[in-house]
């Protein structure tokens, strides 16, 4: 049976990116999230027309109030307004959570190796960070590709992360890189996989998130590499690469 719409009110809310921004819903009728999963949101014109988009949730699982991070499309409906308009204190209307394919919970010790394009990384942060929230101990590594570095979603957080040793950070910049990088701006190729990510021997859990271009070229490198297709799972947020 379909979620119903329940009432949403933005408490707080910080840019990611000088185009991305974090919202922080208090959503109390929506269901407790698994890390993973998404919302859809929909908004309400003043004469009657509606449209709805789905957002991951970017929190941990199972708290409150919920988060997502939207990219705007310059062109976009929905995703512009989110940005640059909803104001807090401002109330939206959500459904769900929803998705129980593309989860993770904090119980399995299976190591797991995340490969996100732009926002895609927002699910699999939900995962860092519930693992984090749980103190887990399973190996996680985030293969992280973006155009640019000031297009890099939760970047303090991490490195913060990254330097205590609580996960194998490589971002991967397709069209400039930081001044003394030590890397070329590229897309991610099978070399950089075999390259960074572990071993298929360590049999993974993998999760792969992004345009829909990147997840198939990402997916199919790895499962070239060696990776069982059974343990790669896959989100496609948009409509190219
Ligand atoms: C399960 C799921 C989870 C998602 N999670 C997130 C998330 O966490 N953060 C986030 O920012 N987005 C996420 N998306 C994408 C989101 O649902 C919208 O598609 C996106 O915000 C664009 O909506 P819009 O109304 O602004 O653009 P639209 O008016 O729908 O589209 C405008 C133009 O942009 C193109 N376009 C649409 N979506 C994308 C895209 N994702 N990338 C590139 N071009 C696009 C369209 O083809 C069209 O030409 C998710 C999508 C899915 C299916």
């Known amino acids: 049976m379909t979620a119903p719409w329940v009432p949403a009110t933005l408490v707080d809310a910080r840019m990611e990116t000088p185009w991305s921004r974090t919202l922080v819903l208090d959503a109390p009728e929506a269901r407790p999230s698994l890390a993973g999963q998404s919302i859809d949101v929909r908004l309400t014109a003043e004469d009657g027309y509606t449209a709805q988009r789905s957002y991951s949730l970017a929190s941990p699982a199972g708290t ?15 995703s512009p307004y989110l940005v640059d308009q909803l104001g807090v204190g401002h109330m939206i209307e959500v459904r769900g959570p929803g998705g129980r394919f593309f989860t993770w919970t904090p ?16 699910p699999l942060m939900a995962m860092i960070r519930t693992r984090e929230a749980a103190g887990g101990t399973a190996p996680m590594q985030l293969l992280y590709s973006v155009r640019t570095p000031e297009g890099l979603f939760y970047r303090d957080e991490l490195d913060e992360l990254a330097a205590r040793g609580r996960i194998d950070v490589r971002y991967v910049f397709t069209r400039t890189v930081p001044a003394g990088w030590p890397h070329q701006a590229g897309r991610i190729t099978r070399e950089l996989l075999a390259d960074f990510a572990m071993l298929p021997e360590h049999d993974p859990l993998v999760y792969v998130c992004g345009p829909t ?8 490198h790895l499962v070239r590499l060696g990776h069982n297709p059974l343990r790669i799972k896959t989100e496609r947020f948009g409509p190219t690469g």
Do not use: M, Y
Not at 64 to 78: M, Y
Not at 113 to 120: D, H, P, Q, Y
């Open 64 to 78: 409150r109030p919920i988060e997502i991070t939207v990219d705007k499309i310059a062109d976009g409906e929905v």
């Open 107 to 122: 119980d399995l010790p299976d190591p797991v190796l995340l490969v996100a394009g732009g926002s895609g990384v927002v």
């Open 213 to 220: 271009g990147f997840v198939e070229a990402a997916a199919t």
